[in-house]
């Protein structure tokens, strides 16, 4: 027996994608994103092939910078992801455009769902283009001196997970705060401050604390185990875990004032 998707949901769907798709500044910054990252893992390649190369140690040190530059790219792809779906969520608030969406659907679990699942895909799809093209590009450029371990793909993997959750993370800050502007800036404001209380703690000497912290548990998420001796670093499965209570905290978070306040 072949079961149809329900109409109701399959029109939240398509609304909420035509959201995401038809802005241009979603496409511009995907792409930039994409382009860039691609342009970084190509010079990150071609440096370390030239390193290998060659016994300069200025040539290790390049293809270090090279790298870095890399894993840069990489941490941006997963802040953008949060101010993403931030704007996607909080912008329904600053336009006002909640209201005539849910005259379209007016079941708001639905409503929530379609917004937290386009934001997931679209960030999902985004991420794994930077990386797809990143690693192919890394390889081209690399020839055959390179050869990439098991771990720098559980690191990809692990980058890939936490953009998702950061980007729900966002839609629901915009959900809560009502506002893109200022879910942004919680967004950013604790990615700045939580170091902090990394450094705090471990003086107090209850690093531990700090594990229990988001930024903590994406650095673990996305490094897959690289900081091992960083008291204030969760290891990588128990981070994947804090993250995605995290995410789950927030989003149901999110649902509750949703299905409670007036739009």
């Known amino acids: 027996m072949i079961r149809t998707v329900p109409a109701a ?13 038809s802005l241009r500044m979603n496409w511009m910054t995907a792409t930039a994103l994409v382009v860039i990252g691609a342009i970084v893992f190509s010079v990150a390649g071609f440096t370390v092939e030239a390193a290998l190369g060659s016994d300069a140690e200025d040539g290790f040190l390049t293809a270090g910078g090279a790298l870095a530059a890399a894993v840069l790219i990489l941490a941006a792809a997963i802040v953008l992801a949060g101010v993403f779906g931030a704007v996607a969520a909080g912008s329904e608030y ?60 559980a690191l990809l993997g692990g980058v890939l997970l936490a953009a998702v959750c950061w980007s729900l993370i966002g839609a629901a800050l915009g959900f809560v705060l009502r506002s893109p502007t200022q ?30 912290l988001p930024a903590s548990a994406t650095v673990g998420t996305a490094t897959v185990g690289s900081f091992p001796d960083a008291a204030f670093i969760a290891p990588t499965p128990a981070a994947i875990v ?21 739009l």
């Open 94 to 153: 600053r336009y006002r455009t909640l209201p005539v969406s849910s005259l379209f659907t007016p079941d708001r679990n639905l409503l929530l769902g379609a917004k937290m699942v386009v934001a997931a895909v679209f960030t999902l799809l985004t991420v794994l283009t930077l990386e797809v093209l990143g690693i192919g590009a890394f390889l081209l450029f690399g020839r055959d001196r390179i050869q990439i371990e098991g771990s720098f793909y």
């Open 9 to 21: 949901v399959v029109r939240a769907g398509t609304s909420e994608v035509r959201k995401v798709t």
């Open 242 to 262: 804090v993250l995605l209570v995290w995410t789950t905290g927030l989003v149901t978070a999110a649902w509750w004032l949703l299905r409670e306040r007036e």
């Open 183 to 212: 879910a942004v800036a919680v967004l950013i404001g604790w990615s700045i401050l939580e170091p902090l209380v990394w450094v705090t703690a471990d003086a107090l000497g209850i690093p531990g604390v700090a594990t229990i």
